[in-house]
């Protein structure tokens, strides 16, 4: 899986130009998820992109809410999502966690939504620097872990972004990825009865970088933003994978 999270970046021709040129430039592979994960308010607009030139290219949301339905202003539920046909959305990611004050407890109210509603999820997570730099990462990301279930990971890809690599210029060394990656499957495997998940990897993935996270075992695919932003960046990282 290589997904591109465009944040809040774009307009809906930018999109429109992004879905053209990559879904021309990618070899793509039916293993390979190729997603798209635009601002909500092109979701719609994304979708008629794709299903216009039969693109290979997946459309996911950045954000999907607990509620069903009510008043919440600004909110997104998952039927809406599934009058877009969003297959993918992004949970737990580090900036709502930061900004919307997301918690274990609204995480999973989201994770139980976008599972019922057939979509699949991304769960982020990841540590700041100061975990880090205390070498307490493993015991940081198993209290995040922790709200999945067993039933969670046929839905579920996880997304590990140290905090302290997104948008910094700074990308964790490989054998860093590698052993982290596989930290996360193991726990998950002896915690949930062994059950499989794929891990990818995000925090300043550029075109320089890619090949050799990738040539990991233990990375099973991208989560891309900055670079992503760029069609041609982007069409050559899928490529790599």
């Known amino acids: 899986m290589i997904v591109s999270?465009?944040?809040?970046?774009?307009?809906?021709?930018?999109?429109?130009?992004?879905?053209?040129?990559?879904s021309n430039k990618i070899e793509y592979k039916t293993e390979v998820n190729c997603v798209i994960c635009p601002p909500s308010c092109y979701l719609d607009?994304?979708?008629?992109?794709?299903?216009?030139?039969?693109?290979?290219?997946?459309?996911g949301s950045q954000e999907i809410d607990s509620t069903h339905q009510g008043a919440l202003t600004g909110g997104i539920n998952g039927q809406m999502l599934n009058d877009f046909s969003t297959e993918f959305v992004l949970i737990g990611h580090s900036e709502q966690r930061h900004y919307l004050n997301e918690d274990g407890v609204s995480l999973r109210a989201k994770l139980?939504?976008?599972?019922?509603?057939?979509?699949?999820?991304?769960?982020?997570i990841g540590e700041p620097s100061e975990v880090y730099s205390n070498g307490d990462t493993k015991n940081f990301l198993t209290n995040q872990l922790d709200i999945l279930n067993s039933e969670d990971l046929a839905n579920i890809t996880i997304a590990y972004e140290p905090i302290w690599a997104i948008g910094t210029g700074l990308s964790a060394k490989t054998t860093y990825i590698e052993d982290?990656?596989?930290?996360?499957?193991?726990?998950?495997?002896?915690?949930?009865?062994?059950?499989?998940?794929?891990?990818?990897?995000g925090g300043s993935v550029k075109l320089d970088n890619a090949?050799?996270?990738?040539?990991?075992?233990s990375v099973d695919g991208l989560l891309i933003g900055g670079a992503?932003?760029?069609?041609?960046?982007?069409?050559?990282?899928?490529?790599?994978?």
């Open 5 to 22: 999270n465009w944040k809040m970046n774009g307009t809906k021709a930018d999109i429109e130009l992004w879905i053209n040129e990559v």
């Open 45 to 59: 607009s994304t979708r008629s992109f794709i299903t216009k030139i039969n693109s290979p290219v997946q459309l």
């Open 112 to 124: 139980d939504s976008a599972i019922d509603s057939g979509i699949s999820v991304i769960f982020c």
């Open 180 to 201: 982290t990656h596989g930290f996360i499957k193991n726990h998950l495997k002896k915690r949930l009865k062994n059950k499989k998940v794929s891990v990818v990897y």
């Open 211 to 217: 090949e050799e996270i990738l040539s990991s075992d």
């Open 228 to 241: 992503s932003l760029d069609s041609e960046t982007f069409s050559k990282i899928y490529n790599l994978s």
